[in-house]
């Protein structure tokens, strides 16, 4: 390579392509978002159910990234090339995801319950808006 010329770094295929995937991830969440908000609150109550569980919705799925990137993190960090900070912080991050996880699971099947539930023929009476929460 010519001294004028600089130095080029590649980037391994696998890297670029997990890479591209991300983004496409996180471009498919927005767009999800977008037509969450616009759907009617039978559809989007089916939505939510799919992106909440635990297993294989989205919720569920992220957890399972942070985790695992808790693993890679932990890794490095021990080896000196990360900060303790960055394992601890994505460690707790995973953690309280899969709290939250916990916390949504037993109001899964009400979610799903009302995308396939047909339109009452009467309105129904709004029910105050005050929870307790159970742990």
Known sequence: ???DEP???TVPESTSSAVRLADEVA???GQLTERLSQLP???AAQILARVLDPDEGVLGRFTGLLITGSYFTKNHAERGLLPAEV??????AANELNDIGLDL??????LAALG????????SVAAPLVAR???
Not at 116 to 123: G, Q, S
């Open 7 to 9: 130095a080029r770094r």
């Open 133 to 135: 929460r159970h742990r």
């Open 27 to 29: 471009h498919q969440l």
């Open 87 to 92: 394992w601890l912080a994505l460690g707790r």
């Open 105 to 110: 699971d037993p109001h899964i099947a009400a």
């Open 41 to 43: 609150s039978e559809q």
């Open 116 to 123: 396939t539930r047909p339109a009452p023929a009467t309105p």
């Open 1 to 3: 390579m010519p001294a």
